[in-house]
Every structure is written in C-alpha cells, then in structure tokens.
C-alpha cells in the first residue's frame, strides 16, 4: 500500500530549528520529484520546497531560502526538509508530496502522485 508518512514537526521557538522527514512505503521516492507544501491557518496551500528526481537540483519558495534545505536519503527512502531560523510566519501543517518534476518550487503532483497526511509546526515569537 503506497504511503507517505510525515514526522518531525512540533513546537519551537523564533530562530529554532525542525527537520522534517517524508518516509515512503510502497514506492521508492528515487522515482519522483518531492516536495514539501505547507497550510497556514486562514490561507491557502503553497509549495515550499521541490527536489528533483535524481537530486541534483532543489527550488525554494523566496521566503525560506537560506533557511530550509530539502535532500534526500536514497537508503532510507526518505526526503528531508531541514528547517532553520524558523519564524512565526512559518507556522503551518507541511505535507509533502509526489510528483512528475519541479516546476520551480513547486511540485507539479498529477494523477500519479501521493500526498501525505501532514506535520504540524508552530513557531512561537
């Protein structure tokens, strides 16, 4: 059964740091481009981060650059989001997902993508 499961979010404060991690059951993430969105409350879902299939190459949404690090753990078929100097403005339910390829930033998730359920994170001021 395909399945993305989140982990790694929690509370923390101003200028702290998460790592999120994506693990997959039932597919190998090595075979998509991954992403990371994120939900804040009262708005809508934007993409945050993108990695491409073989890895080389990784997108950030202007407002986390220099901040957050996606990569990838081929042995462990699992994508990170390492998230640092987090800011209250990055409160928010991260799901990651898969997809065809990057469109920037932005995963482009079509009918042969898979979503996970999702990881709270709150950053308090």
């Known amino acids: 059964q395909l399945q993305l499961v989140e982990s790694g979010g929690g509370l923390v404060q101003s200028g702290g740091s998460l790592r999120l991690s994506c693990a997959a059951d039932?597919?190998?993430?090595?075979?998509?481009?991954v992403g990371w969105f994120r939900r804040a409350p009262g708005k809508e879902r934007e993409g945050v981060s993108c990695?491409?299939?073989?890895?080389?190459?990784?997108h950030y949404v202007d407002s986390v650059k220099g901040r957050f690090t996606i990569s990838r753990d081929s042995a462990k078929n699992t994508v990170y989001l390492q998230m640092n100097s987090l800011k209250p403005e990055d409160t928010a339910v991260y799901y990651c997902?898969?997809?065809?390829?990057?469109?920037?930033?932005?995963?482009?998730?079509?009918?042969?993508?898979?979503w996970g359920q999702g990881t709270h994170v709150t950053v308090s001021s």
């Open positions: 997902a898969t997809g065809d390829f990057c469109s920037g930033y932005v995963t482009y998730v079509g009918r042969g993508g898979s």
């Open positions: 039932g597919i190998i993430l090595d075979d998509y481009a």
């Open positions: 990695i491409t299939k073989n890895g080389t190459d990784t």
